[in-house]
């Protein structure tokens, strides 16, 4: 039993429920924000689900400031703007709400508008956290609009490095949103190519997490019932968006999913998370185009794993059963099957693919696959994505 070590945490308070969103002020009230900035993206700003959000502000006489130019995949400038309409509002909180972009981006507002030091030192490597001066980070609200990411329940975010195409993760304990309200009648005007690809981002970070080596057996509970809670609904919000019951165990799903992965990733994120930064795709989308040629990757590792999951789903057949049913789900999403499906007009070279391979190795994520992740391997897994 000596051998058993790990570390875990845990999240924060989330007020879950449809209607919720109503108890904005007194939330704001229980975490002492008087003047927040409501960050959102410029897609989601235009929508009603923000201008109500926004009149709740306003009937309850709350003076707030409004930031939304922040594009999927955020980039630094978007930052860099969003800290400056926050000093010159002298906001005092953080309303993160939206998809992980928008809840990533007001995250590292809150947390980087009172540091001297630039982001970048502040990346998931080791201690570098401690770097941060902790008593400047101001508190966040989380608020998703997305069934996916699990971002309002996590303590990073999430930036693209544009020199350099990476995707960064910049993390910090408060990071952590100090309340969320899930609400899932926010996520019922999501169409159907977000409702898919955000639920098959919540299904990898589930099933990564449950396969990732470590001991942790509350996060493999957790990554089970996640994997099952999306099987049973995420086609159901696809072929019904206001199908509420279906949205709600989907954005319990999804933050299943982001508690379940503090366990560890794998290999479908450290290949998605180049492909994203490059080619700027969607990511619970680029998750979901890897995820059936990762699990054959990985078979040898986790065969046993994946029969006990797939009994559990109700899934007949055993490891084989699982990967059918995962292709299946793809289909009747209209998941791309491989690459070139999905990024219109993409060519390869063997450089292009080579920095890919280079990329994904040195991904934070790639520690946590089942089976080491060498270069040979990540282009492998790379060349089945393009091919199919
Ligand atoms: P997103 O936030 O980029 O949003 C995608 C699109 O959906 C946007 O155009 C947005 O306007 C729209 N949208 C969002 N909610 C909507 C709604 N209710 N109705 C209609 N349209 C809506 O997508 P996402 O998948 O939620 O987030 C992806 C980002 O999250 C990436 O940058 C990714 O790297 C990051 N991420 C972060 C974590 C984390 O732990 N912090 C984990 C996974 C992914």
Redesign the pocket.
């Known amino acids: 039993m000596t051998t058993l070590v790990s570390k875990w945490n845990y999240p924060t308070t989330v007020r879950f429920g449809a209607g919720r969103i109503k108890e904005l002020p007194e939330v704001l009230e229980a975490t002492g924000i008087k003047n927040p900035l409501f960050v959102t993206?410029?897609?989601?700003a235009k929508?009603p689900?923000v201008a109500s959000t926004l009149k709740i502000l306003d009937d309850a006489k709350i003076p707030h400031g409004v930031f939304s130019d922040v594009k999927?995949?955020?980039v630094e400038s978007n930052l860099t703007a969003g800290i400056e309409v926050f000093r010159k509002g002298k906001h005092d909180g953080v309303i993160a709400f939206?998809?992980?972009?928008?809840?990533?981006l007001g995250?590292l507002i809150a947390f980087q508008a009172g540091q001297t030091r630039p982001v970048w030192d502040f990346e998931d490597i080791g201690d570098w956290w401690t770097r941060a001066d902790a008593d400047a980070i101001v508190p966040i609200i989380a608020v998703?609009?997305?069934a996916?990411?699990?971002?309002e329940v996590?303590r990073?975010?999430?930036?693209?490095h544009e020199a350099t195409h990476t995707?960064k993760?910049i993390f910090h304990p408060k990071m952590l949103p100090a309340i969320v309200i899930a609400d899932p009648e926010?996520?019922?005007?999501?169409?159907p190519f977000?409702t898919a690809?955000?639920g098959m981002?919540a299904l990898a970070?589930c099933l990564e997490a449950y396969c990732a080596p470590g001991y942790h057996p509350m996060a493999d509970g957790i990554g089970v019932e996640g994997v099952r809670l999306v099987f049973e609904n995420l086609p159901k919000v696809y072929a019904n968006g206001n199908d509420l019951v279906a949205r709600a165990h989907m954005m319990s799903a999804a933050a299943m999913g982001?508690t379940a992965?503090q366990k560890g990733l794998g290999a479908i994120h450290s290949l998605s998370?180049p492909i994203?930064a490059l080619y700027d795709t969607?990511?619970?989308m680029t998750n979901a185009v890897f995820m059936p040629y990762v699990l054959a990757f990985n078979r040898e590792a986790i065969e046993g794993k994946i029969e006990r999951l797939a009994a559990y789903c109700g899934i007949a057949g055993g490891f084989d059963g699982f990967t059918k049913a995962i292709l299946d789900l793809r289909r009747t999403l209209k998941v791309p099957h491989t690459l070139p499906e999905f990024i219109k007009g993409l060519e390869m070279d063997a450089e292009r693919k080579g920095l890919i391979a280079d990329m994904a190795i040195v991904d934070p994520t790639a520690g946590g696959n089942p089976i080491e992740l060498t270069r040979a391997g990540a282009l492998s897994l790379l060349e089945s994505a393009l091919k199919g």
Request: aromatic share 2%.
């Open positions: 993206d410029p897609g989601l929508l689900v999927p995949n955020p939206g998809g992980g972009s928008a809840l990533d995250k998703p609009t997305t996916g990411t699990g971002s996590g990073a975010g999430v930036i693209t995707k993760v926010l996520t019922t005007g999501m169409p977000i690809g955000t981002d970070h982001a992965f998370h994203g969607h990511h619970g």
